[in-house]
């Protein structure tokens, strides 16, 4: 019986500190390439909710406003200023969007250099800035 | 009923208000705040969830210890611009990688959640106005 409670009470302590990685973000490595204005800016036309497979969803306000500031090997890499934008497993990521003939195909993630396919991509509908 | 048990609210209560933090008010800590200079960024980090108040992890970004994740508690931290990992830990560790541009102020909340154990504690990226009308609810938690 002690036995059991000792080992009860030391596993916080084996756990303490182990990353959390209850849910993945599937990523992959990528290169990004600096490239002012590469793309036409846009404006998010419709809201869109992308779910990444992971339990979670990352929410693209209508009205936020996109430049194209690079490019990786799947397509064009867009930031807004408009809101913050995350991809969430169990840690959060900060993302860009990274777009291929008007469809969002996944995030580019600065930090960790890699980026996170959506799948199916989502068809965006934008308009372009007055 | 017994006193003792009768006291057990009131004393549970000063222990909840005793791990809050209990530095000066945000509006009033905010006017000795240095403003940013232009070739750094600032980081606030703040709680505001006093439930799970004896969980105050460390908070650290990038593997350097910045302050705790006191209930009700804020404090910043200013920084090159650059690539950062914001990450608590309990049980387990979570991890908030974000940008910092010059003069950019990002804020993060430290949210509380259920643990298996103890409460998890996880940074999140919060956008600007949130930030500003969540922070003003707190405290400074710089000791």
Not at chain 1, 84 to 93: G, K, Q, Y
Not at chain 2, 24 to 33: C, L
Not at chain 2, 58 to 66: A, G, H, K, T, W
Request: net charge neutral.
């Amino acid at each position: 019986m002690w036995a059991r409670l000792v080992l009860l009470a030391m596993l916080p302590l084996v756990l303490a500190g182990c990353p959390f990685d209850v849910s993945f973000l599937k990523t992959e490595p990528a290169v990004f390439v600096a490239q002012p204005d590469c793309g036409k800016p846009f404006i998010l036309g419709r809201a869109e909710t992308i779910g990444m497979g992971t339990g979670f969803t990352t929410r693209l306000r209508q009205g936020t406003r996109w430049q194209c500031i690079g490019q990786v090997h799947a397509g064009l890499v867009y930031r807004t200023a408009d809101q913050v934008v995350t991809v969430e497993a169990s840690n959060i990521h900060e993302a860009q969007a990274v777009v291929n003939q008007g469809r969002l195909v996944g995030f580019y993630l600065p930090v960790e250099r890699a980026w996170a396919p959506v799948n199916p991509p989502v068809e965006l509908m934008t308009e372009a800035p007055k | 009923m017994n006193p003792t048990l009768r006291l057990a609210p009131v004393l549970g209560l000063l222990l909840l208000l005793a791990a809050c933090a209990t530095g000066r008010p945000y509006a009033e800590a905010a006017a000795d705040i240095p403003p940013l200079t232009p070739a750094q960024g600032r980081i606030y980090l703040y709680r505001t969830v006093v439930l799970g108040a004896a969980v105050q992890p460390p908070v650290r970004i990038n593997d350097e210890v910045v302050g705790a994740a006191v209930p009700g508690g804020f404090f910043f931290v200013d920084r090159a611009p650059g690539e950062y990992r914001v990450s608590t830990a309990t049980e387990v560790t979570r991890t908030l990688s974000l940008v910092l541009a010059p003069g950019q102020v990002r804020y993060v909340r430290l949210n509380i959640g259920m643990g298996f154990f103890v409460g998890h504690v996880w940074p999140e990226l919060v956008e600007e106005a949130e930030g500003v009308r969540e922070i003003a609810t707190t405290r400074s938690a710089v000791k």
